[in-house]
């Protein structure tokens, strides 16, 4: 098989094409075709070994891993002995984890993994987006912050993977979403569902008083400090990116009402992760959360990439792209 792999922490060009015999399911194991996956910033992350605590996970001084890639989709194509979750044809989607390994052909997986059949009316592009973006932004919104019909929630970075899943998953539970974003994408996100877009380059957010409910910064670039003034008086701030101002206010956020939160949620239990993904499906079997084709990473690679660049910057796995994320199912 084909894999996108690489051997050193570095820019874009570290990753390259190269060929693996093709791996055998062991007990208990099953074994994926990639139709679809997802190139994001976990995979950044990993790719270049910063911030420095992804190196807490991907390896200290070289990458412990060599194949990038943690959110699939694609066909069971061989299992191992005593497997009976899954059978040969079976559609499947889910995330890998920190085991990475998606970027590539075929990819192994437990059959105990983060992995669940896809509704036939889901397409392969569709279910790498919610193994993504919406896979961190629903335990963030519902275990987090609570979040209920009525309450006020902002989201910031809301253009992208977690962000665009966040403003679809609080519009499904109910909630009014004001959706901050920069200039570029503020056509897009309202295409999301949002009641009002906040353009980041003309409007700072945090100058709201007492004004909402939730304000989710999923893309980790403002500080609970900042934003404080802007939460209701029980409100909830919450954080994708950690950094240490946070985990002190972590503990003392409560003084006051208002509360500070991060989650990790790539490090949680797959035994949880497969309800979610299970909940996820059924949501979007139902014309509901998330669509790659109005946001979300897959959408934003198929796009070219979003404005920020990232995407764009990154060569050698976009090349990847065209290995293992090719939908092959639609
Ligand atoms: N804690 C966890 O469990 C967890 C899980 C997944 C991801 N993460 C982290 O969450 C962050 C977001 O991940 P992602 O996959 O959603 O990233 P992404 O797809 O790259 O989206 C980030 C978004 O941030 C926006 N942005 C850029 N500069 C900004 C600024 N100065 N102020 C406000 N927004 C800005 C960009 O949109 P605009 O240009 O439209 O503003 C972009 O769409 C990453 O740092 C990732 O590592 C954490």
Known sequence: MRIAAYERYGPPEVVAITDRPDPIPREGQVRVLVHAAVVGSSDSAARSGTPWFARLAFGLRAPKRHVLGSEIAGVVDAIGAGVTRFAVGDRVFGATGIDLGGHAEQVIVAESGAVVRLPASVSMADAVAISDGALTALPFLRDGAHVRAGDRVLVNGASGSVGAAA??????LGAEVIAVCGPAHTELVRSLGADRVIDRTREDFTRARGRYDVIFDAAGKSTFRRCRRALAPRG???????SF??????????????RAVIMFT??????????DLEYLAGARRGGH????????????ADRGGPSHGRLRAQGRERRADSVAHRDRSG
């Open 167 to 172: 403003v679809q998953l609080a519009k499904h």
């Open 236 to 242: 909830t701030y919450l954080t994708t990116v950690p």
């Open 245 to 258: 101002a946070i985990m002190v206010q972590l503990l003392t956020s409560r003084i006051g009402g208002k």
């Open 266 to 275: 790539g490090l949680r239990k797959d035994a949880d992760k497969v309800p």
């Open 289 to 300: 959360v998330p669509s790659a084709h109005r946001g979300g990473a897959a959408a934003r």
